[in-house]
């Protein structure tokens, strides 16, 4: 229950600070130099604490599949989202790299520990 409240404020603080970056500065699309580095330390937080969440030794089997499908469930959702934002970009003719880059990074991590664990065990 602890994991589910943690990570339910996790996504109430990511849903406030997309509803601030939707609403800062709608006509123009600059935000100040402050505002710019409360945005970079409240995301370098939330990346930091998601990535804690669900993380320790597992106490049984039980817990170990329900952590491996809640990862595999990210993979698929992260792999869709970025797909999803390439195909977008691709047909506005504004291809941000980053997406690309994010996406092959995440392809590239899952073949590596792929072939990692098979060769370790």
Do not use: C
């Not at 604490?49 to 990862?71: M, P, T």
């Amino acid at each position: 229950m602890k994991k589910i409240i943690y990570s339910l404020i996790l996504l109430i603080l990511i849903a406030l600070l997309t509803g601030f970056l939707i609403q800062a500065h709608p006509n123009s699309g600059a935000m100040s130099t402050p505002q710019m580095i409360s945005v970079s330390v409240l995301l370098g937080i939330y990346v930091v604490a998601i990535s804690l969440v669900g993380e320790g030794k597992a106490i049984d089997e039980r817990e170990a599949l329900h952590r491996y499908f809640s990862n595999r469930s990210a993979l698929i959702a992260g792999t869709i989202v970025l797909s999803l934002g390439v195909l977008y970009q691709l047909f506005t003719h504004h291809l941000d790299y980053w997406l690309l880059a994010g996406l092959i990074a995440i392809n590239l991590v899952k073949i590596v520990a792929l072939i990692y664990s098979e060769h370790r065990y």
